[in-house]
């Protein structure tokens, strides 16, 4: 999964660039996302239909806007997908 | 009388733990062409649980169409652990899978843990551990297993909402496999709880969903039997046919199989020589 640098999304930037692993691919934010809710708007992924874990850990739905996220989380997002 | 006209015989329905399910067929999602034929192969096939594996988003397939918009609102989504070889990676996923669908549809799970990856065949150790667990915290386990009565046995112990004993290898499309085992575990679920016992993998065409549903077994599972026939969407409407057939001919009470033959036409009143 490749995503690209994630540039200027959230208003001013010059606090510089942080690094997550997001789905196992190491992602560029400039600036860095305040908030996972931010993460998951920079990354444009429809946010009524995942679900996501920080560092292993499963952050509900109701959480996303007051969890934090910093350099070096390894983010997972997932989905429903086909399957038997 | 139209040629199409088919007499409603009652019949009791489905029932998984708290949910009660008018179809016997319970269909997968993946493998298929394109969303268009899983849309129309869900309906087709008259199912009411439709089952889904959860994995990482793709970031082409944001924005577009997914598998989100086919599901119909009033099918039972089951999740399944899929891919998962451990106790903790099905535990992990099932907790994804709640998440995702929310606390009161998200309780429903489809407990795979896989101990073999050219077979596919369940880690049978790992599968009663894993659905003793999420029972525990409250999911409705409906556990991949194999056609081995002591597993099903302990599966019943550990909490299980259904068994699922596999017909045949994922995708092998080799029908019932084991019909002696099958009934065995029939006879033994069945004598000491009333939870369903489902064959899950491994039908390959109509014939053996039917054999299974003669058995008298509760209800089939299958996925790659319609996604992968050339028709698939036939082939949702031909299963969905052969697991009402097999129901009914079970229902029916069928007649003993015998050695010799006894004349279907009255030995009185034929014409002297």
Redesign the interface.
């Known amino acids: 999964m490749r995503l690209p640098l994630v540039k200027g999304a959230f208003g001013e930037g010059g606090e510089g660039i942080v690094k997550m692993r997001i789905n196992g691919e190491e992602v560029l934010f400039n600036p860095p996302p305040g908030s996972l809710a931010d993460l998951l708007s920079a990354l444009a992924v429809p946010q009524a239909r995942i679900a996501v874990e920080r560092n292993g850990r499963i952050i509900p739905r109701a959480e996303r806007e007051s969890c934090p996220v910093a350099e070096g989380d390894a983010i997972e997002i997932v989905t429903l997908v086909g399957g038997g | 009388m139209s040629t199409t006209e088919r007499p409603d015989f009652l019949d009791t329905p489905l029932c998984v733990g708290p949910l009660t399910l008018g179809s016997r067929l319970i269909v997968?999602?993946?493998?298929?062409r394109d969303l268009d034929e899983?849309a129309d192969c869900l309906r087709l096939s008259g199912a009411d649980m439709v089952?889904?594996?959860?994995?990482?988003?793709?970031?082409a397939a944001?924005?577009e169409r997914?598998?989100?918009d086919v599901i119909p609102p009033e099918m039972h989504?089951l999740?399944?652990t899929?891919g998962c070889y451990t106790v903790d990676d099905c535990i992990r996923t099932a907790?994804?899978?709640r998440?995702?669908l929310g606390d009161e549809r998200g309780r429903l799970i489809k407990v795979e843990v896989i101990g073999d990856e050219k077979t596919l065949f369940p880690d049978v150790a790992a599968t009663i551990e894993a659905t003793r667990r999420l029972a525990l915290e409250g999911f409705i386990c409906m556990p991949y297993i194999t056609d081995d009565p002591v597993s099903c046995l302990r599966l019943l112990d550990a909490g299980a909402s259904a068994v699922m004993p596999l017909a045949a290898p994922?995708?092998s499309g080799l029908g019932i496999r084991n019909p002696y085992n099958l009934a065995i575990i029939l006879e033994q679920v069945r004598a000491r709880s009333t939870v369903p016992v489902i064959v899950d993998?491994g039908v390959g065409t109509a014939s053996d969903a039917a054999r299974a549903m003669e058995m008298g077994v509760d209800g089939v599972?299958?996925?790659?039997a319609i996604a992968g026939a050339k028709d698939a969407r036939r082939m949702a409407v031909a299963m969905r046919d052969a697991v009402r057939a097999g129901r009914d001919a079970y229902l029916a009470g069928r007649i003993p199989m015998k050695l010799y033959a006894t004349a279907s036409s009255p030995i009185e009143g034929l014409i002297g020589s």
Do not use: C, D, F, Q
């Open positions: 997968g999602t993946g493998k298929y899983s089952t889904v594996a959860i994995r990482r988003v793709s970031p944001v924005g997914s598998l989100w989504i999740p399944n899929a907790h994804l899978a998440e995702l994922i995708g993998a599972l299958m996925n790659t």
